[in-house]
């Protein structure tokens, strides 16, 4: 469970800010519409050196790169370049 845990740290930041932004605009408990907007943030799109890539797929990819770094194929983790989604980090601008 400690790899999980430090797999997910990446990512925290997003579901963190996706918390803080329903709490901000007054949806202070768990429902079926805070839960799907807390799922849908999977879908925002990052910047990554191949393009722009859903979460989901960031997630998949950095999973991935660490089983290729532990057999001893790669030696770095694929990690997208900026660690907030466009949207989400254009939310921070404003």
Not at 47 to 74: F, H
Request: charged share 30%; aromatic share 6%; with cysteine.
């Amino acid at each position: 469970m400690r790899l999980v845990d430090d797999l997910m740290e990446p990512f925290r930041p997003l579901v963190d800010l996706t918390v803080w932004k329903l709490i901000e605009s007054g949806k202070n408990h768990v429902t079926p519409d805070t839960k799907r907007a807390i799922v849908k943030s999977l879908y925002f799109p990052m910047e990554t050196e191949k393009g722009r890539s859903p979460v989901g797929d960031c997630i998949q990819r950095m999973a991935t790169s660490l089983a290729l770094v532990y057999a001893g194929e790669r030696e770095d983790l694929e990690l997208p370049l900026k660690m907030l989604p466009i949207e989400l980090a254009s939310l921070l601008d404003h």
